[in-house]
């Protein structure tokens, strides 16, 4: 089935993978990847409630348009003159999510201790850090991590996942930081699952 990119409308088959065509952007190039980025869209003019984050799925072409960080701005959304306004963007489910930080070096290691630990792991390289999705069963934890520019030896994690999935999160944590990552969980929040 085919899905639409909410901002220029282009509609993929989001199970045929495709070469990343910018190699500029620092996104792994040398593999097939989703034709769909999905990235959190935060609200931040006065109009808009600030706890209403919504949710916008990116083809390549419009990824490569943005200056995307771990998240954008409903403005920066704007500036793409979207097919989808923000208002009509699915809203982002309420997530559990922890933030660590860790030497820059304990990053690259990351993949291998989640595998070994049974996630299927998929990395992505970014001009501005790492991001990681990790599947066990049918739970997804994402990560994304960015050098701290105060210190650039040490790396600031975020992990998030859905409320519904904390348990497999929290596994998350305790892999990174009882397993051979000296990291030190600097925030976290679990909120219970809506029934």
Same mark, same amino acid.
Request: net charge negative; charged share 20%; with cysteine.
């Given at each position: 089935?085919? *899905? *639409?990119?909410?901002?220029?409308?282009?509609?993929? @088959?989001?199970?045929? $993978?495709?070469?990343?065509?910018?190699?500029? @952007? /620092?996104?792994? !190039?040398?593999?097939?990847?989703?034709?769909?980025?999905?990235?959190?869209? &935060?609200? %931040?003019?006065?109009?808009?409630?600030?706890?209403?984050?919504?949710?916008?799925?990116?083809?390549?072409?419009? =990824?490569?348009?943005? @200056?995307? @960080? *771990?998240?954008?701005? !409903?403005?920066?959304?704007?500036? $793409?003159?979207?097919? %989808?306004?923000?208002? *009509?963007?699915?809203?982002?489910?309420?997530?559990?999510? =922890?933030? $660590?930080?860790?030497?820059?070096?304990?990053?690259?290691?990351?993949?291998?201790?989640?595998?070994?630990?049974? =996630?299927? #792991?998929?990395? &992505?390289?970014?001009?501005?850090?790492?991001?990681?999705?990790?599947?066990? /069963?049918?739970?997804? #934890?994402?990560?994304?991590?960015?050098?701290?520019? !105060?210190?650039?030896?040490?790396?600031?994690?975020?992990?998030?996942?859905?409320?519904?999935?904390?348990?497999?999160?929290?596994? #998350?944590? !305790?892999?990174?930081? &009882?397993?051979?990552?000296?990291?030190?969980? %600097?925030?976290?929040?679990?909120?219970?699952?809506?029934?």
């Amino acid at each position: 089935m085919k *899905q *639409q990119c909410h901002a220029c409308g282009i509609e993929k @088959d989001p199970d045929a $993978l495709e070469l990343y065509p910018f190699p500029e @952007d /620092g996104v792994v !190039d040398d593999q097939p990847i989703s034709p769909f980025f999905t990235l959190d869209c &935060q609200p %931040t003019s006065a109009a808009r409630e600030r706890s209403d984050w919504r949710v916008a799925r990116v083809c390549h072409a419009c =990824f490569h348009r943005l @200056d995307v @960080d *771990q998240w954008i701005s !409903d403005a920066c959304w704007e500036s $793409l003159n979207p097919v %989808t306004p923000f208002e *009509q963007l699915p809203k982002l489910p309420e997530s559990a999510w =922890f933030q $660590l930080r860790l030497p820059s070096p304990c990053a690259t290691q990351i993949p291998g201790m989640l595998t070994a630990a049974g =996630f299927h #792991v998929t990395a &992505q390289e970014f001009r501005f850090g790492i991001a990681f999705s990790c599947a066990r /069963g049918s739970a997804t #934890v994402q990560i994304s991590g960015v050098m701290l520019p !105060d210190d650039p030896a040490c790396c600031c994690l975020t992990a998030t996942s859905s409320a519904e999935q904390a348990v497999t999160l929290k596994a #998350v944590r !305790d892999l990174l930081t &009882q397993h051979g990552a000296p990291a030190s969980v %600097t925030a976290e929040r679990y909120p219970e699952p809506r029934v």
